[in-house]
């Protein structure tokens, strides 16, 4: 969803999903998450892939590190090489296996619009400074 927003509001941001807990699935995506995303307009294309676990090169290439479930992932995060510089995005959703997927979505996109929003803000802001500089 968030590369679907940023795409239309010609951020310069893309998103990718990386898991420090990752889990193996029999799909690469969960079907609820597919039907909820197609419900908002975004479709699914490409090559969809298994989950992957987050690696220091994945650190290294980020500007944001946006996590949905807790503090101790942050906690676990924290230790990780090249962490230093980057600014870390606690979604604060601890009780994210147990919600509904119709509990979930909606605070997931809300959260997504919100991080658009800021980085609509700091783009504008950064354009309007090199346009006057």
């Not at 090169?57 to 924290?78: F, M, N, P, W």
């Not at 147990?98 to 800021?118: D, F, G, H, K, T």
Request: hydrophobic share 40%; glycine share 4%; aromatic share 8%.
């Amino acid at each position: 969803m968030f590369n679907h927003l940023a795409s239309e509001q010609l951020l310069n941001y893309y998103s990718f999903s990386r898991g420090i807990m990752v889990q193996h699935h029999q799909e690469p995506i969960d079907p609820k998450t597919v039907t909820a995303l197609t419900a908002r307009g975004v479709l699914m294309t490409g090559n969809l892939r298994n989950p992957e676990a987050l690696k220091t090169k994945d650190i290294q290439h980020c500007d944001y590190i946006v996590l949905i479930s807790g503090s101790e992932l942050a906690q676990r995060l924290s230790r990780a090489q090249g962490i230093e510089d980057k600014e870390i995005i606690l979604w604060d959703f601890n009780d994210v296996g147990s919600l509904l997927p119709y509990q979930l979505y909606p605070a997931l996109e809300a959260e997504v619009y919100l991080l658009i929003r800021r980085l609509q803000q700091m783009q504008h802001q950064q354009q309007t400074a090199w346009v006057t500089a």
